[in-house]
């Protein structure tokens, strides 16, 4: 029998075997290649930080509402993966044994789904790329939400997976200049090779005051991709009079560095959140949607034009998976994405 891992409470990892449920009719049956683990939700899943440790998001009111953090467990973890299809339903259409797929997955060496719920792997897209599809699928939603204009000045604040796909795009969209803001040499570095034109480090001088004195007034837009508060008032700091700052960053703690009674108030500044799953639509639907920021991303990704070279730090065994959470928690600077491989697990 196949293993998994899931996790029994914070920090719990337990592998345990399983079962290979029967398939229907539209389900096919994948076998993981690799799958990518991501430093926002998915570590506060692991942590316990996140609000669905104890609360459940309600989807008629969309609201969180209390619920014993006993009942989440066990909890499966994953978030995009690439596989090949060993089996398929009676009346799948789309694909057949021996594809190659990609799509949120679970870590596990086996997962069935919908058909419709996997896209088929690009010719000459590698599985590791691949593997930012997710990341750059809230990027560029994120750089979608900023309104973005040709010429408009953009700062980026988070140099992770997502921070570095979205300079890329912001550049892509016309930026007349980007500035990139992380404490990490080693992220600032990378961001200058995917065409930031200044970076800065926030834990050496004042970030939001030296991007003003560097654009005369500040960014049109700031796009916060770190999940810290901290980060965000800066971004908010850094951004002109009327402009836009987008999060898409997780935020799992309060807010004590937030202050919005300083610049966010007396700039006027418009916040966004941004957000394209839990029910979210693209904020130009119907002309955008989920299927169509994909299938742009893929393009992206086959041409060329989005690099993923230098965003997967780290590659584990699938068995030594609690190996790679202790390494996302405890040592997060040395990390921007990591990938578990499947040979021989299923």
């Known amino acids: 029998m196949p293993i998994e891992y899931v996790l029994t409470g914070p920090y719990r990892i337990e592998y345990r075997s399983?079962?290979?449920?029967?398939?229907?009719?539209?389900?096919?049956?994948?076998?993981t290649i690799v799958s990518g683990m991501k430093r926002g939700t998915e570590l506060n899943l692991y942590?316990?930080?996140?609000?669905?440790?104890?609360?459940?998001?309600?989807?008629?009111?969309?609201?969180?509402?209390?619920?014993?953090?006993?009942?989440r467990y066990p909890m499966w973890l994953g978030s995009w993966g690439v596989g090949e299809i060993v089996e398929i339903g009676s009346a799948v259409i789309r694909f057949r044994p021996g594809d190659r797929v990609h799509?949120?997955?679970?870590?596990?060496?086996?997962?069935?789904?919908?058909?419709?719920?996997?896209?088929?792997?690009?010719?000459?897209l590698d599985p590791l790329a691949a593997?930012?599809?997710?990341?750059?699928?809230?990027?560029?939603?994120?750089?979608?939400?900023?309104?973005?204009?040709?010429?408009?000045r953009v700062a980026v604040f988070g140099l992770g997976a997502i921070g570095l796909l979205v300079v890329q795009l912001v550049r892509l969209a016309g930026a007349r200049q980007v500035i990139a803001v992380d404490p990490v040499a080693r992220r600032r570095a990378l961001a200058g090779t995917?065409?930031?034109?200044?970076?800065?480090?926030?834990?050496?001088?004042?970030?939001?005051?030296?991007?003003?004195?560097?654009?005369?007034?500040?960014?049109?837009?700031?796009?916060?991709?770190?999940?810290?508060?901290?980060?965000?008032?800066?971004?908010?700091?850094?951004?002109h009079l009327g402009g836009e700052v987008v999060t898409l960053g997780y935020y799992p703690d309060g807010a004590p560095d937030l202050r919005l009674g300083e610049e966010w108030h007396h700039n006027r500044i418009t916040l966004h959140s941004s957000m394209?799953?839990?029910?979210?639509?693209?904020?130009?639907?119907?002309?955008?949607?989920?299927?169509?920021?994909?299938?742009?991303?893929?393009?992206?990704?086959?041409?060329?034009?989005?690099?993923?070279?230098?965003?997967?730090?780290?590659h584990f065994p699938y068995r030594?998976?609690?190996?790679?959470?202790q390494l996302l928690d405890t040592r997060p600077d040395e990390v921007i994405k990591v990938a578990l491989h499947y040979e021989g697990e299923a």
């Open 131 to 152: 593997l930012c599809t997710d990341p750059a699928e809230f990027a560029l939603t994120a750089v979608h939400d900023a309104g973005l204009r040709v010429g408009d």
């Open 276 to 314: 394209i799953v839990w029910g979210c639509p693209h904020r130009a639907y119907p002309r955008w949607d989920e299927a169509r920021v994909l299938e742009t991303v893929e393009e992206l990704l086959c041409q060329g034009r989005l690099r993923t070279d230098g965003l997967i730090t780290h």
């Open 18 to 31: 399983y079962e290979e449920p029967p398939l229907g009719p539209h389900e096919v049956r994948v076998r």
């Open 103 to 124: 799509g949120p997955m679970r870590h596990r060496p086996t997962n069935v789904f919908p058909e419709d719920r996997l896209r088929p792997l690009p010719p000459g």
């Open 320 to 325: 030594e998976a609690p190996a790679a959470y």
């Open 47 to 71: 942590r316990g930080t996140a609000p669905m440790h104890s609360q459940r998001f309600d989807l008629t009111y969309r609201v969180f509402l209390p619920e014993p953090s006993e009942r």
């Open 194 to 239: 995917f065409g930031a034109d200044v970076t800065l480090d926030p834990t050496a001088e004042d970030a939001g005051l030296a991007i003003k004195k560097l654009t005369g007034k500040g960014v049109d837009v700031a796009i916060e991709a770190s999940g810290v508060t901290a980060a965000l008032h800066q971004a908010i700091r850094a951004t």
